[in-house]
């Protein structure tokens, strides 16, 4: 019963200050960037975060429109300037910025730049301010 309990509070811990989403953000931060000091880059990232909560200066997102162009063009290997909705869906999860279980709506279109890297820009921004 005792190990019940303790598993309890800390799942309730880990809820109450969001420290799954967290790592998850970081880690996808890490596989993405790939920096060659990952630790430090870490201690960096959550520091320009406290930064950020204290001032209330931008959030340090772990992607620049630059990187979700390019991301956009891999996807979109045939030029045609649109992707499909699976792409779309990955890509988000890829990024930690969808959850499996996250319900989105195909709505049949195709997904443009502009479509995506709003997307990824509003996902991004809802996540940081979270912490």
Same mark, same amino acid.
Not at 21 to 49: D, N
């Given at each position: 019963?005792?190990?019940?309990?303790?598993?309890?509070?800390?799942?309730?811990?880990?809820?109450?200050?969001?420290?799954?989403?967290? =790592? !998850?953000?970081?880690?996808?931060?890490?596989?993405?960037?790939?920096?060659?000091? *990952?630790?430090?880059?870490?201690? !960096?990232?959550?520091?320009?975060?406290?930064?950020?909560?204290?001032?209330? =200066?931008?959030? *340090?997102?772990?992607?620049?429109?630059?990187?979700?162009?390019?991301?956009?063009?891999?996807?979109? !290997?045939?030029?045609?300037?649109?992707? !499909?909705?699976?792409?779309?869906?990955?890509?988000?999860?890829?990024?930690?910025?969808?959850?499996?279980?996250?319900?989105?709506?195909?709505?049949?279109?195709?997904?443009?730049?502009?479509?995506?890297?709003?997307? =990824?820009?509003?996902?991004?921004?809802?996540?940081?301010?979270?912490?």
């Amino acid at each position: 019963m005792e190990t019940s309990s303790r598993e309890l509070q800390a799942a309730e811990y880990l809820e109450k200050h969001q420290i799954k989403e967290l =790592v !998850s953000y970081l880690t996808s931060a890490l596989l993405f960037f790939r920096p060659e000091k *990952p630790k430090e880059y870490l201690i !960096s990232l959550l520091e320009r975060l406290r930064i950020a909560k204290v001032t209330g =200066v931008a959030f *340090p997102f772990f992607m620049d429109n630059s990187n979700i162009v390019a991301m956009f063009e891999m996807m979109d !290997s045939s030029g045609r300037g649109t992707i !499909s909705f699976v792409q779309y869906k990955e890509a988000l999860k890829t990024l930690g910025l969808c959850t499996e279980d996250e319900d989105l709506q195909d709505d049949g279109h195709k997904i443009t730049l502009d479509k995506f890297k709003e997307e =990824v820009n509003k996902r991004m921004k809802e996540i940081w301010s979270a912490f």
